[in-house]
């Protein structure tokens, strides 16, 4: 099995057994933060970056669901896994119902240990990628992205900033190669609509058959060749 990448901060008030976990995913690669009680691990949580917290379910007096909840709000990247005993199976799969990423049955069986750690760590991998990859775009197709300084873009670039807010209907014209598109996405990028799909079409390249179709989409057997259902990019 590949190491494994990150911090892991295990909560369980019986020391020898956190101790034990911690000593298993630190041969993996982790580095492991171990505390003996609820109380002690949310102040770990609020003091230090964790990507993945093996907590008790039950504990006294601050629990494992204690300990999901406040993960949510100071670090919700983290990933949550419950240790549970047979009889609270139950309460387990409530708690992954309620945000937790799955959960390990006493006596902890190190493989399974070792994979559901290695599928959490992923998990908050992909997720911190993700965002570094929005800020990038953020930063690409921000106003700031738009390179110019005269007075004509500076003005250009302010009503950008005013529109791009707004629900209004805009028409960007230019020369070849002058940056309408980039200009197109950066206020797509600063609009409410940010999170939902740009969609850029070059109709100048397209016959006038095929861009009907690719506009409004066609339905099976519409057309000789139509042997499936379109969406047109409007619809997309």
Do not use: W
């Not at 953020?138 to 707004?166: C, K, W, Y």
């Amino acid at each position: 099995m590949t190491d494994l990448a990150g911090t892991v901060l295990i909560i369980d008030d019986e020391k020898h057994l956190a101790e034990s976990l911690a000593e298993t995913l630190e041969r993996k690669g982790c580095e492991t933060v171990v505390a003996t009680n609820g109380k002690e691990g949310l102040g770990i949580i609020e003091r230090q970056n964790v990507d993945l917290i093996l907590t008790d379910l039950v504990m006294e007096p601050v629990g494992g669901m204690d300990v999901l909840g406040a993960a949510k709000k100071i670090s919700p990247d983290s990933e949550v896994v419950f240790i549970t005993g047979h009889g609270t199976v139950k309460n387990a799969v409530q708690a992954m119902q309620a945000g937790a990423f799955s959960y390990l049955l006493k006596p902890i069986d190190i493989d399974k240990l070792r994979a559901v750690a290695k599928e959490a760590l992923e998990k908050v991998r992909l997720k911190q990628d993700n965002r570094e990859l929005r800020r990038q775009l953020d930063e690409r197709f921000s106003f700031e992205g738009i390179v110019g300084n005269n007075q004509q873009m500076v003005r250009i670039i302010d009503t950008l900033r005013h529109v791009a807010p707004t629900n209004a209907t805009i028409l960007i014209y230019g020369e070849s190669g002058t940056g309408k598109e980039l200009v197109a996405r950066a206020i797509h990028n600063n609009s409410p609509r940010k999170n939902r799909l740009f969609v850029a079409l070059n109709c100048a390249a397209l016959s006038e058959g095929i861009l009907e179709s690719e506009l409004f989409g066609h339905e099976k057997g519409a057309f000789t060749g139509a042997d499936s259902q379109r969406k047109g990019r409007f619809e997309y």
